[in-house]
């Protein structure tokens, strides 16, 4: 119905633009004055209205260009949206970018200002950050001279008292070198005293004049030690400052020797034979074994270390062993009595009285006084005490 009244008006417009320049020629005509007046048109005929009449009707009876005339005003309506939607679209887009612009002119100003005042603050912390490194530079420069100067000057003030302090120490070294090595002397002297008058370790007793002697010098030598402790000892000074103990009964003060003698030089077999005879005053058998043992690995000739693990052997009854013990120290000392002794002491101990008799026959003849004198009081022989062989050889 719509499309109709579109063509019903679109005819309309076009019959009165007709009319009007057809009447506008008419009344140019009828002003014009070189023109004559012509005598009236005309009318139109009825066959043109009829004509006119037949084809509208065949214009409204004509599906096909129906369908046509609607596909293009639809389609006109849909270019006329889609023209629309692009203006909108293209008005907004521009008004949004006059807004912007708008915006942007009116911030320009305050843009420059706070431009401009970032320009001039940066200029002027550029000139104070010059300023200031002019300034330190030349402050560092004259601090450097001042220091350079000071320096210089406690420089040669400081070796100046070095030097005096090195000679000063010089003095106070030699002064020491000299004391300490009068003291290393002292302390020699005391050791080379004290091997002299000391006994070896097999023989448990001293004259009471030695006693005196021994126990004058240990005193001596430990007061050096107190004042000296940079004092230097070699193993050889620790035995006999342990043998010194052991003659004056200070059997654990003399292990202790043996023990610092050993950490110096830990194959010193005269220190492991010392550490054992200490050890068994001091009832420390299995221990004193060992040491006597070690003293033998490492000098297998060593009679004394024999002897003393014969004894060893004695008091813990192992007669057989001790026996063994006494034969070696015997076929490397045959004048040691004291083996011979033992090994008298342990057949009376089996109750053997003819190796009894015949080993103190040889105590006796090395020693006869010693010999005669610990048989009549020593309780091993108590079961052949009544022998007259051993009274013959004890008693005459």
Known sequence: MKIWSRIVGVLAIALLTIFCSTGAVLAAELDSPNIV?????????????????????????????QELVEKDLERSIT?????????????????????????????????????????????????????????REEVEKQLEAEVTAELKH????????????????????????????????????????????????????????TQQKIQALTQQLERLK??????????????????????????EEAVACYDRALQTEPDNPKAWFSRGAALVKLQQFDEALVSYDKAIQLKP????????????????????????????????????????FGKARCYALQGNLEQTIENLQQSVQLNRDRSKEAAKTDSAFDAIRDSDRFKALVDN
């Open 226 to 251: 107190s004042a000296n402790s940079q004092l230097s000892f070699t193993a050889n000074d620790y035995v006999e400052q342990g043998k010194a103990f052991y003659f004056e009964n200070r059997y």
């Open 154 to 209: 406690q420089t040669e003030t400081f070796q100046k008292k070095i030097e005096t302090l090195e000679a000063e120490f010089q003095a106070q070294l030699s002064q020491l070198k000299s004391l300490f090595s009068d003291t290393q002397k002292e302390k020699d002297q005391i050791i080379q005293e004290l091997t002299k008058i000391t006994p070896s370790l097999i023989r448990d007793t001293t004259t009471p004049e």
């Open 301 to 340: 000739d060593f009679f004394e270390a024999w002897f003393g693990r014969g004894t060893v052997l004695t008091k813990q009854q192992q007669l057989e062993e001790a026996i063994v013990a006494y034969d070696k120290a015997t076929l490397i000392k045959p004048d040691l009595f004291l083996a011979w």
């Open 37 to 65: 007046p012509k005598t009236p048109p005309a009318p139109i005929p009825n066959s043109f209205w009829e004509k006119l009449e037949r084809n509208w009707e065949r214009l409204q009876n004509d599906e096909q260009l």
């Open 79 to 135: 270019i006329r949206s889609q023209i629309q939607e692009e203006v909108d679209r293209a008005f907004n887009h521009t008004t949004t970018l006059l807004n912007v612009l708008l915006a942007v002119l009116t911030c320009l100003p305050v843009l420059a200002a706070i431009g401009i005042w970032f320009i001039r603050r940066s200029v002027l912390n550029q000139i104070l950050a010059e300023t200031k490194r002019q300034l």
